[in-house]
């Protein structure tokens, strides 16, 4: 069993959106899932057509007037049983005793029923107080929707705040995976934004991103998940692509795996070959000026592995504007940018890590090291004709 908290104390950034969708996506590929609903509002249960005012939910499970087996509701959707939770959830910490189990509720609770689900996703409340705590204890994971606006970031810090706490106090690591939400990438500020996010979270992002869509808000007042909704719209594709994810582990970092190809070099030289920039210093980078030239990175023995690139010249957007060949046991990305000097970053099996291929790199704000890559003005990189 897998338990996922989604969680972000800023309200409206998507978080129950994502648990109903994540959830319903996750049981539709034959996985049991257990939505627990966190927030006292209820909204995780509403938008999936339950109305629970009159019903026992997690409050009753707290105040010991229910086991959690008890409120758990069937099938709600495909695959997926939810427990419900209702107003009076906001009263449920003065109903335990004072101690330091009190954080440990839910976990005690979701521990007899580890082999009857494969995944727990918790739909948090936006705030960072017993209700959250609870869910971040009993998390394997958390992934944090974050609506791209200027107030995000501040949320993602406290919240980081709150997982070093139980880091240092409890002992638990516990990954915390971004996911950019209500996307609008026509707009410049959407664009900055995603690009400032990739910047200062780096491996923290997922590759993935979730794109603004009146869909999502009609299938909520449907009592529907997207993809019963409108399975052939962008954001059931999206939610599903995330939950392909979740399958692949999210949180789980495989960083040395590629390390082995590091240096490999080949007959003609792609962009990224093994050759350090002449940078002393670390470059003040600048973007392009002059005509777009096709520039080509090679990844030697990466055939089997899906990647993906990421840097200045695509607003960090993985694989936006990018072309993918694969030659023989390499992978190849051809992008087409003007003469300048561009940071970039891998997305290896969905994890972030620099291109081991290329040993011209700066250190990033987030303890690792963005690669670098120069555009010359004249030179003509490669020829793939
Ligand atoms: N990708 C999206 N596109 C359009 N509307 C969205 C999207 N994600 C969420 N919404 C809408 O935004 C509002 C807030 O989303 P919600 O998931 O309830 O956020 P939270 O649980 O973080 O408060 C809801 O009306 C929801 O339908
Ligand atoms: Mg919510």
Redesign the pocket.
Known sequence: MTVIAIA?QK????????AINLSACLGRKDRRVLLVDMDPQG?ASLGLGMRCDEIPGLYEVFAGEASLGEVILPQVAAGVDVVPATISLAAAEHRLPDGSERERQLTMHLAHFRHRYDYVIIDCP?TLGFLSINALRAADQVLI?MELSLFSVDGIERLRETVSLLRDRCGLDIPMRILP??VDDRTRLSRTLLRQIWERFADEVTPLM?????R??EA?CEGLPIIDFDPGCV?ATEYNRLADEVLKGLGERRRDRVQEHAGTRTNDTPANAAQPLNTPKPPSLSGGRGHPRRTVLRFPGLAAKNIQVAGDFNDWVPDQGIETRIVGNSVEKILLVAPGLYQYRLVVDGNWQDDPVNPARIPNHVGGHNSLLRVQETAELMDLQ
């Open positions: 972000n309200g409206g950034c998507g978080k129950t959106t994502t909204h936006p929707p939400t209500l979730v794109h603004y869509t009146v999502l808000k909520v954001a």
